[in-house]
């Protein structure tokens, strides 16, 4: 069984921010693997379902980013589930440009609050990520500002792209495996430029 945990933050207002990639992952998986992902329980959003014929469990914590380790502690107790073998965790990197995918085995939060926050709950750095760029903070910006605002038309066009992509990476990882999942979605993607098409 995997639980795949997509983090974001409840509430309209944050549909459709940077923040909330992982959201975004959740329900293109939910909707092409006719998953409701609406039970409420262990303070997240959980659907149960069959995905490439393996079990999983979407989940989509509404502890809010910072707190996301609080709910995936709770479903990965309530599922009996080794967070190093069964987790996968998908979340929004400010360090790739838009639409560029990197599937990782384990490793630090890399300035991820809400990754910062799985590691502590969890007690370990050794479980698989699935992180889709939204582009790096302008130099004038707040941290905070950049990843709750909006993508423009170009970097939203580059994410619905992304986010097709990040399901056929979690569909891989499923039956293929990490380290196959690496090899096919880790590297670099053209993304096009504005203007230019």
Known sequence: ??????????????????????????????????????????????GKGYIGGQKAVLVKPLTYMNLSGESL????DYYKADPEQELLVVSDDISLPPGQLRVRKKGSAGGHNGLKNIIKMLGTENFK??????????KDYDLVDWVLGHFNKEERASMDSAVDRA???VEMILDKGVDAAMNEFNRKVQVKEAGNG
């Open 129 to 138: 990520r699935l992180r889709l760029g939204v582009g790096e903070k302008p």
């Open 73 to 76: 502690r709770m479903v990965a």
């Open 167 to 169: 399901v056929q990476a």
């Open 1 to 46: 069984m995997y639980i795949i945990a997509g983090l974001g933050n409840p509430g309209r207002e944050y549909v459709n921010t940077r923040h909330n990639a992982g959201y975004e992952v959740i329900d293109a998986l939910a909707d092409k693997y006719n998953i409701s992902v609406m039970e409420l329980k262990h303070r997240a959003l959980l």
